[in-house]
């Protein structure tokens, strides 16, 4: 608790300082975070790869790629994020100074998590220091490598007492939840989503919660089926399944059931070759934990493809299951691993339906050649996000917000969205002294007629 | 569950989609100004019997105001629903990316009693406008115009999307057990910690409205007639019950004298010299609060005021003079027609003793030299700021209106009102076509395809040589 308070303290002080405001400074700790992830580039690649077995490829373009990317924007944007933005006036304030400025919140926490573990602290990262914040970063003791690594190299190129690192599990975590902080961002489950907006209410802190959910993929029966396979096996089985926008289960009509599988199968071939065990380019489960949490979700299911294991490697085959019941296990908690259930459906509406009657997914998708279709399917679901005859690219875009609703979370990021989620937005009135002579129309003793002038 | 059936009556409406259509949510609004205006005087009424207060303060903050969010709303509506599109990058250049404005459901609305309509109405304004069912629980300490909404309201909205609860604490309390898509509570720190952690337990996003100890430094280069004015008409406006009125005054030793006389002019100027015989001062809420204030009263010395009749729960338009930060009227939001100045050296110690304090929602400055207002501005935080002036970044529908750190979190008024009770939802829309453009993108992975990628997909820096 002493340390937590510490540590916390520390960020305050270097905060309160106010060295992290001017702009300069913001940009010269962002250059320095860039240097540090061309310069650490290989010991954050040889990390992603013991947690998580995560080939090189993979993690530089999901990972390394991305953050690059996010620096160059921010960097970029940042003057323009941070200019006050003046607001239009009205009659009475015509002479006035009205704007709206950007300030820091104070002390920012980011509370990352184990599937993508690099880019999960840093993009929150970037965009609490674009807005001037302090920041701690609590990177998810599950992936243990990324962790101790981000706990080790980011001292060495940000100011360390206004950024620092806390590494630990649950205990520590409470402990931190304690303290009180300004903003705090957590991406994770929507248990621990609770809890942490629970700890944050005690403090009237805003919270981001980046949760997740079963992301429903329809696809129509009007559609390239072999291109909508190809796209939907990609986002599927990268990372092992282990993407909180993975498509998570597929809705279809039972008539296409078999070719759905086929085209999939083909297309697995075509990715990891026929021992798939072997390829460079399929993950693994994070630990045994999980491992034997999505093991359990084939039982009494009809394997369709894939459905082999071995525990010693938490290795899971890319697997597909048929006919799935929507009372099932594997129906109910997000999957986060490799395995795809197919539901069927007579028509879009059942499937609308379907995704209706659960919680607000973090992303949707939806496959047809029917414009008309998708339009119906965007307007009457709600999820975090979506994208249409593709997925996960909307996450990637980098104007479009990246976060849930409902149970899939709450507040977003990415890019511009970083940036005002860790800002203040402070209304600025400023008045003159003189033209009193206005003013006399507002004051006591009022009358009717003034009111409606 | 006493609400369980109430709610899922509004969620299956909700689910009936009836709310989404832009017409729909017109008409509703359209609806709300017919209530502004047909029940006009009887809001006047219930807010006199509620708090005393003038018609002409009803009038501005309870019917004005309103109309005028109404009316921002109802002239943006189209655009503001539109979906955004956004840049794309290379890769994206034909498709389709932008951001759907999506109603999160059912809603609910929590206010307070100090400016009983407009607390509930304007944040009722933005659910409607963003396509949402909605639950407004008016506050039942000003109950006369409880009493009015719980009534009337229903005649002029559609009762199977929006309906209004009425009751104290624990009806409250049992309506927060259900699952909201999103609350919206004004009211205080306490309330607003107790409000987002029954929201927890949903993950129900919420925004909090709360308070503070507004200050308002006056610094020694100014016009104290002015000044006074403009203090003494945020500080009695509704007898001091308003969260963003100005709480306490900082100043120089030798700005209290020359400011004292002053106010003691605007006082009489607004109210007369017996403000309890003015018809423009209002009264306080309740016994509780009255009972309140006037402890606080012993603070400092009273300068200017300090009369008070029980019967009419009655404080005189009051200031306490030389009060010390330990003092109780220090301690506390004082939500009252009492302004405590306390004396300070200068406009650093100004700043430093605002800076040991929460946050509040509001901060004033008032000074005839630009750059003071501008270092008060700079080296503070809170949710809004003044200068040379009271409660005037309210009025602006294009100001965003909300706390910071205990004031509150999120904000509304105007265009963030709908933007508060909507979710922005990131949409893509690709083609079929087009595929071997993916094909760097999938396994088996190389070099080569990699370069495709980063080629396509990266954001390179304008102007900034590489080679550094």
């Not at chain 1, 007579?346 to 279709?373: D, G, H, M």
């Not at chain 2, 008032?366 to 700079?378: G, P, R, Y």
């Amino acid at each position: 608790m002493e340390r937590m308070q510490q540590i916390v303290g520390r960020a305050r002080a270097a905060f309160s300082s106010g060295r992290s405001r001017p702009l300069e400074f913001r940009i010269q700790q962002l250059k320095a975070l860039e240097r540090m992830v061309q310069e650490k580039e290989k010991e954050i690649l040889a990390a992603l790869k013991a947690d998580l077995n995560k080939s090189g490829p993979d993690a530089y373009s999901h990972e390394i790629l991305g953050v690059l990317r996010e620096l160059v924007l921010t960097m970029e944007k940042l003057p323009s994020w941070a200019a006050p933005h003046p607001v239009k006036k009205d009659l009475l304030t015509m002479r006035d100074e009205a704007y709206i400025g950007y300030e820091p919140l104070g002390v920012v926490l980011v509370i990352g998590a184990w599937n993508y573990p690099f880019v999960l602290v840093m993009q929150p990262l970037i965009g609490a220091i674009a807005a001037g914040n302090a920041v701690v970063v609590k990177p998810s003791e599950v992936s243990e490598n990324t962790a101790r690594l981000v706990a080790e190299i980011l001292p060495q190129y940000l100011d360390k007492d206004l950024y620092s690192v806390v590494t630990g599990g649950v205990p520590e975590t409470t402990d931190l939840l304690t303290q009180r902080f300004d903003h705090i961002l957590y991406t994770g489950n929507s248990a621990v989503g609770k809890i942490v907006m629970a700890a944050a209410a005690k403090h009237l802190t805003p919270v981001t919660l980046e949760l997740g959910g079963k992301s429903p993929c329809y696809i129509d029966k009007d559609c390239d089926l072999a291109v909508a396979c190809r796209r939907i096996t990609w986002g599927k089985y990268m990372n092992c399944g282990q993407t909180c926008i993975a498509p998570d289960y597929i809705l279809c009509d039972p008539s296409i059931q078999s070719k759905v599988v086929e085209n999939i199968k083909a297309t697995l071939k075509e990715f990891y070759g026929e021992d798939v065990k072997s390829s460079p380019d399929y993950g693994r489960i994070v630990n045994q934990r999980h491992f034997r949490r999505v093991k359990s979700l084939l039982e009494g299911q009809k394997i369709a493809y894939g459905g082999e294991t071995d525990e010693a490697s938490c290795f899971i085959a890319p697997t597909i299951l048929t006919d799935v019941s929507p009372e099932s296990k594997v129906m109910e908690e997000e999957i986060f691993g490799p395995v795809l259930p197919i539901v069927t459906v007579k028509s879009v509406e059942e499937a609308i339906e379907f995704i209706n009657l659960r919680e607000k997914p973090l992303a949707l998708y939806v496959f047809s050649n029917n414009k008309q279709l998708i339009r119906r399917v965007i307007a009457e679901t709600s999820s975090g996000g979506m994208t249409a005859n593709d997925v996960i690219m909307h996450s990637v875009v980098p104007d479009l917000p990246f976060g849930g609703v409902g149970h899939s979370g709450m507040g977003a990021y990415h890019g511009r969205y970083s940036f005002e989620t860790f800002s203040h937005r402070r209304a600025c009135l400023i008045r003159d002294l003189r033209w009193e002579a206005v003013n006399k129309l507002r004051y006591p003793p009022g009358s009717m007629e003034m009111v409606h002038l | 569950n006493p609400f369980a059936g109430l709610v899922s009556h509004l969620r299956a409406s909700w689910l009936s989609g009836k709310t989404r259509p832009m017409e729909y949510r017109m008409a509703q609004l359209e609806a709300l100004g017919c209530f502004l205006d047909d029940k006009k005087q009887e809001i006047l009424e219930a807010t006199a019997s509620d708090l005393g207060k003038a018609p002409f303060e009803a009038e501005l903050s309870e019917i004005l105001l309103c109309k005028n969010e109404l009316n921002v709303t109802l002239n943006n509506l189209s655009s503001w629903m539109r979906d955004e599109k956004v840049d794309r990058n290379l890769a994206m250049q034909l498709d389709s990316a932008f951001i759907r404005k999506d109603p999160y459901g059912v809603v609910l609305i929590i206010a307070p009693w100090n400016y009983p309509i407009h607390l509930f109405l304007v944040p009722l304004i933005g659910a409607i406008a963003a396509g949402n069912c909605a639950i407004i629980k008016p506050s039942e300490i000003s109950k006369n115009t409880e009493r009015l909404v719980a009534e009337s309201l229903g005649c002029y909205l559609d009762n199977d999307c929006f309906a209004v609860v009425t009751g104290g604490v624990p009806e409250t309390t049992r309506l927060l057990e259900n699952k909201f898509d999103y609350i919206f509570f004004t009211g205080s720190p306490l309330v607003g910690r107790i409000v987002m952690t029954a929201a927890a337990k949903h993950l129900t996003p919420v925004t909090l409205e709360l308070g503070g100890k507004n200050p308002c430094y006056v610094s020694d280069t100014c016009d104290v007639t002015n000044v006074a004015r403009r203090v003494a008409w945020g500080r009695f406006f509704n007898a001091g019950q308003t969260c963003i009125a100005p709480d306490y005054l900082l100043c120089t030793i030798e700005t209290q004298e020359k400011l004292m006389p002053a106010l003691r002019e605007a006082i009489t100027e607004f109210f007369g010299p017996n403000p309890q015989e003015s018809p423009d001062f209002g009264r306080i809420v309740s016994d509780k609060q009255f009972q309140r204030l006037q402890a606080l009263l012993g603070s400092g010395r009273v300068a200017i005021g300090g009369q008070t009749d029980e019967a009419e729960r009655y404080i005189a338009p009051t200031v306490l003079a030389d009060v010390l930060p330990s003092d109780p009227a220090m301690q506390e939001e004082i939500f009252g027609p009492i302004l405590p100045i306390v004396i300070i050296a200068n406009m650093d110690e100004a700043i430093d003793f605002i800076n040991s304090r929460e946050r509040p929602l509001a901060v004033y400055a008032f000074s005839s030299d630009d750059k003071v207002v501008n270092q008060v501005l700079e080296r503070t935080s809170s949710g809004g700021f003044c200068g040379n002036d009271t409660l005037m970044q309210v009025t602006l529908t294009s100001l965003p209106f909300g706390g910071i750190g205990s004031s509150g979190l999120g904000r509304h008024h105007g265009k963030f009102s709908f933007d508060t009770f909507c979710h922005q939802r990131g949409c893509l829309k690709r083609g079929m076509g087009r595929e071997p453009l993916n094909a760097p993108r999938y396994p088996p992975y190389s070099p080569q395809k990699f370069g495709v990628i980063r080629a396509t997909s990266q954001v390179t820096r304008k102007n900034g040589c590489t080679l550094l």
